[in-house]
């Protein structure tokens, strides 16, 4: 089991940041790749980036590209989400997702429990 709890959530005005973390327990972090989700409301989940488990790849979704990067720190056992240029339509719970290293589809098997992100305009 792993055991994944976000934090850096909050209000922000359209074209500020924000940075979230994620800090995992339980297993050999350097086993999972990492990814942030984020839910609106009414919205189905949707996937905002990955990061492999050793953060030679990373991988975005086109909605936020060249405004969002995810980094992790292996030794803090911690994956990062710094957010520039926030929008409106960037509102929603984000979660922290780890996808342990095996053959075949990246399968997210562990979620955080989310922290909400709110961009006025």
């Known amino acids: 089991q792993v055991q994944l709890v976000e934090s850096g959530g909050g209000l922000v005005q359209a074209g500020g940041s924000l940075r979230l973390s994620c800090v995992a327990s339980g297993r050999t972090f350097n086993n999972y790749d990492m990814a942030w989700f984020r839910q609106a409301p009414g919205k189905e989940r949707e996937f905002v980036a990955h990061?492999?488990?050793?953060?030679?790849?990373?991988y975005y979704a086109d909605s936020v590209k060249g405004r969002f990067t995810i980094s992790r720190d292996n030794a803090k056992n911690t994956v990062y989400l710094q957010m520039n240029s926030l929008k409106p339509g960037d509102t929603a719970i984000y979660y922290c997702?780890?996808?342990?290293?095996?053959?075949?589809?990246?399968?997210?098997?562990?979620w955080g429990q989310g922290t909400q992100v709110t961009v006025s305009s």
């Open positions: 997702a780890a996808a342990p290293l095996r053959a075949g589809a990246t399968r997210y098997d562990y």
């Open positions: 990061i492999t488990w050793s953060a030679i790849g990373t």
